[in-house]
T-cell receptor, first 114, second 115 residues
Framework: GENVEQHPSTLSVQEGDSAVIKCTYS??????FPWYKQELGKGPQLIID?????GEKKDQRIAVTLNKTAKHFSLHITETQPEDSAVYFC?????????????FGKGTKLSVIP | GAVVSQHPSRVICKSGTSVKIECRSL??????MFWYRQFPKKSLMLMAT?????????EQGVEKDKFLINHASLTLSTLTVTSAHPEDSSFYIC???????????FGPGTRLTVL
């Protein structure tokens, strides 16, 4: 089965700086890679996703890059703000399998220091 | 994206009782829903796949007689924790995949505390 590794487990940045979270996956059949933000006591919120036919995707201050050859993908947050503080999860899935299941990384706790 | 609700948001019960958690897809008809369990400061663990009109599919190690899942309609799935014990205390979250796009949207979660 799929295995997703996520690093770092914790990350502290100064407000305004950039934050980068990296994930690797093991199953070459995986073709869908979403990122979720989870605030304390709440369900995960989808913030951006990328599919294997695209190398990079950007949405305002958030971007995701995918390297299929190396089987890794990264989340980039620029101009961080205190409200970006949360736990971020990467995930990988194979939409071609028809099961829609995702395998999640263990999460990164991001703290943005004002 | 899909709007997903869960009820209740938190529940406290005595050991030995059963607790039902509802997951509703408010704007999307879902033949499949997922149930996850999350321990404090841990990742999401898939418990089972809820299938409308058929039996749920459970992940290895998840007791199907302990965690009963019923997908009553295209907008409602329920998870019943039977004879709950303190070790069942956790954060339970459902998600709805939006069909063709396979994007999953999560509910707000239910905090279960078993005394």
């Amino acid at each position: 089965g799929e295995n997703v590794e996520q690093h770092p487990s914790t990350l502290s940045v100064q407000e305004g700086d950039s934050a980068v979270i990296k994930c690797t996956y093991s199953d070459s059949a995986s073709n869908y890679f979403p990122w979720y933000k989870q605030e304390l006591g709440k369900g995960p919120q989808l913030i951006i996703d990328i599919r294997s036919n695209v190398g990079e995707k950007k949405d305002q201050r958030i971007a995701v890059t995918l390297n299929k050859t190396a089987k890794h993908f990264s989340l980039h947050i620029t101009e961080t703000q205190p409200e970006d503080s949360a736990v971020y999860f990467c995930a990988a899935g194979d939409s071609g399998a028809g099961s829609y299941q995702l395998t999640f990384g263990k999460g990164t706790k991001l703290s943005v220091i004002p | 994206g899909a709007v997903v609700s869960q009820h209740p948001s938190r529940v406290i019960c005595k050991s030995g009782t059963s607790v039902k958690i509802e997951c509703r897809s408010l704007d999307f008809q879902a033949t499949t829903m997922f149930w996850y369990r999350q321990f404090p400061k841990k990742s999401l663990m898939l418990m089972a796949t809820s299938n409308e009109g058929s039996k749920a599919t459970y992940e290895q190690g998840v007791e199907k007689d302990k965690f009963l899942i019923n997908h009553a309609s295209l907008t409602l799935s329920t998870l019943t924790v039977t004879s709950a014990h303190p070790e069942d205390s956790s954060f339970y979250i459902c998600s709805v995949p939006t069909g063709f796009t396979d994007t999953q949207y999560f509910g707000p979660g239910t905090r279960l505390t078993v005394l």
